[in-house]
């Protein structure tokens, strides 16, 4: 389930991925980054980092040695302004002015002042980012040890959420059982990743509830 380097040596146009990869949360090192980046410097790369900061490695110090390199981040997760649809791109001049002339051309998502203005807030209220992201990547842990106990296999995730899945109930059973407890979770039906639920972490309270419902379901004592 990992994003494989070496899937990206042929030549071909622009390469786009984000990392931590959704929706399975696991993440490419700075090393690996750096080498896609080096073995495609004919190509833009573009890397999604919409989760990085909930335990991964940015690539923003490649940009220095990479002008083939664009990191974007968006304020949507970790800063918590989901409604605001702000973000930002980071890389050399060339990249930024190519991306310039299309946003002027097809951006739909023009930033009106009260978007910026909680941007700007957001991005300067570092205590309550950090409150927040430790809460998210402390209840992550808590729900993936819970989750291994109820015999349930849990992806490595730097993310907001974690990809699960049990070996013996399918991802869409799995999803309507919680449906059915009123505990709404994310299932995709493409052929890799059927079996799977993407579970967000939420408060200790909803991963408790989380917790009860599939154990009911799963007929087992709850491990809280």
């Known amino acids: 389930m990992r994003v494989r380097i ?19 949360g696991i993440a490419l090192s700075r090393a690996e980054i750096e080498r896609l980046v080096s073995e495609r410097a004919d190509a833009p790369v573009v890397i999604d980092e919409a989760y990085v900061d909930f335990g991964a490695e940015t690539a923003m110090p490649l940009i220095r040695n990479h002008p083939n390199l664009l990191v974007v981040q968006t304020l949507s997760k970790s800063r918590s302004l989901a409604g605001l649809r702000v973000g930002y791109a980071i890389g050399h001049h060339a990249l930024i002015e190519a991306l310039t002339r299309v946003k002027d051309s097809f951006n739909s998502y023009p930033l009106g002042r009260p978007a910026q203005a909680g941007a700007i807030t957001a991005i300067q209220d570092e205590a309550y980012f950090q409150q927040t992201r430790s809460t998210i990547i402390e ?41 059915e407890r009123a505990v709404l979770v994310r299932h995709f039906s493409g052929p890799r990743v059927s ?10 309270a909803d991963l408790d509830r989380l917790t009860y419902a599939l154990a009911e379901f799963l007929a087992i004592p709850s491990p809280m």
Request: hydrophobic letters at 40%.
């Open 6 to 24: 070496a899937d990206y040596s042929v030549q071909g146009g622009a390469i786009i991925t984000a990392n931590p990869n959704a929706p399975t």
């Open 139 to 179: 209840n992550r842990a808590r729900l993936t040890a819970t989750l291994i106990r109820l015999g349930i296999d849990v992806l490595p995730s730097s993310a907001n959420f974690v990809f699960a899945r049990h070996p013996s109930h399918t991802g869409q059973a799995l999803s309507g059982a919680l449906r």
């Open 195 to 204: 079996d799977f639920i993407r579970i967000t972490i939420g408060s200790e």
